[in-house]
């Protein structure tokens, strides 16, 4: 059986923000970044591009952790994918970091 539901909204535009009954399915693309926990971190947490747990309105917070972790926490020192908040990266200027392997 074939799926024939359209795909033509712009989720993108209303991430974070409750959605009426006019959101249909959608595909979006968010970017990511490996990054080194500096402390224990959960799945959603809010962070900053140094691997810090920040307040989800805090200037310094770029993003969140990878929110599809199968398991509860990141270790300190563990890497991890953290997910830009969607249109920051076209905001702002980002300084290319050393990522160690």
Known sequence: ????????TDALRTLGTIINKHQQRDVIHLS???????????????????????SPYSSKAVGIVDPFLPRPGVKIGERFW????PFTLAMKKLKRREIND
Do not use: Q
């Not at 059986?1 to 033509?8: E, Q, V």
């Not at 990511?32 to 920040?54: M, Q």
């Not at 953290?82 to 908040?85: R, T």
């Open 1 to 8: 059986m074939t799926d024939k539901r359209r795909i033509f």
């Open 32 to 54: 990511v970044e490996p990054v080194f926990a500096k402390e224990h971190l959960v799945a959603g947490d809010h962070v900053t591009f140094d691997g810090r747990k920040d």
């Open 82 to 85: 953290l997910v830009h908040y």
